[in-house]
């Protein structure tokens, strides 16, 4: 059978967050909810080493839980597969190295917009978070004798690194869009995830370069 619980690889060494089956003494995915509103200063490279993997591994776990017949511990690894991207706002919000990270985590991101609807509503806010904390790091500059305000290298490099990324999750944010809007399935869709598709589509289209450089 496999392992019970889910340890963090290699860094950090002595795992932040433990999550259990069953009655687990070990087990601290309470900690995900405590996270949640106490993120700052983080970066994407730790959310694509360290909680990328732990939501794959949820979703694996709790697949094999169900074909054990054991549906209510497969229900609270999905509950705990949403916590896990709950938190991924926050480090958009904060992050200082989307031009070197943000390439390693764009294809599970787009992969969980398209596969996964219970996780789309904090990866689209993210994205939109991305975006605007990058267009609100600006810096004075002096030029021929006048000081104008600039995005910072820092920003422009975040900013061009998505905007290479634009053309493939574009589609995404579209289709989503209209699934959320058009959708007759029950239950209905998620009223707060159709309007926040719009706020990430808005500042990503500006910064969609004419040749992609990165593909999806």
């Not at 054991?70 to 190295?97: I, M, Y």
Request: hydrophobic share 40%.
């Amino acid at each position: 059978r496999p392992p019970s619980r889910w340890e963090a690889p290699s860094r950090p060494s002595h795992p932040m967050v433990q999550v259990g089956t069953s009655s687990d003494s070990d087990d601290s995915s309470w900690l995900l909810a405590v996270l949640r509103s106490n993120i700052g200063n983080a970066s994407l490279a730790f959310f694509g080493a360290y909680f990328l993997p732990l939501t794959s591994w949820l979703l694996k776990r709790a697949v094999e839980l169900t074909a054990d017949s054991r549906p209510n511990e497969a229900k609270n690894l999905h509950n705990l597969h949403e916590q896990v991207w709950a938190l991924f706002p926050g480090f958009c919000a904060t992050s200082r190295d989307i031009g070197a990270s943000f390439p390693s985590i764009a294809r599970s991101l787009g992969t969980s917009l398209n596969e996964h609807p219970a996780v789309r509503l904090p990866i689209l806010q993210g994205l939109s978070l991305l975006v605007l904390t990058q267009r609100a790091m600006k810096e004075p500059v002096e030029r021929e004798h006048k000081f104008t305000v600039e995005l910072t290298a820092e920003a422009k490099a975040g900013l061009e690194t998505i905007g290479s990324y634009a053309k493939n999750f574009l589609p995404i944010m579209f289709n989503v869009h209209q699934v959320a809007h058009f959708s007759f399935a029950s239950p209905p869709c998620n009223p707060q995830l159709n309007v926040s598709i719009r706020p990430p589509i808005h500042p990503i289209h500006p910064i969609h370069p004419i040749h992609p450089i990165h593909p999806i």
